[in-house]
């Protein structure tokens, strides 16, 4: 698995980009599959920050963390849980 240091929202938005990728998405079917809007997701995968996100990854430089995201391989991406149940649930 590939890794990406975090340490600018425009960061995130490029490994969330990349990992969607290597899954075979479309932001359309990642935003089905995640419950997340797909205008969101477009604004974060093109390095729009919200100040939530830049004030956390500001505060973990700060205090010495490194946020650090591990890509999926191809074929190795799984499920969000929450979403997985939430949809069953539907059913």
């Known amino acids: 698995m590939d890794k990406m240091e975090i340490r600018r929202p425009q960061d995130l938005g490029l490994a969330v980009s990349e990992a969607r990728r290597i899954a075979g998405l479309t932001q359309a079917q990642l935003s089905d599959n995640s419950g997340v809007d797909r205008t969101y997701l477009a604004k974060l995968e093109s390095g729009l920050s919200t100040l939530l996100l ?24 799984g499920s969000d849980d929450e979403h997985t149940f939430a949809r069953q649930r539907r059913r």
Not at 62 to 74: D, I, K
Request: proline content about 4%.
């Open 54 to 77: 830049d004030r956390a990854i500001r505060l973990l430089r700060r205090l010495g963390a490194r946020l650090v995201v591990e890509l999926p391989t191809a074929g190795a991406v």
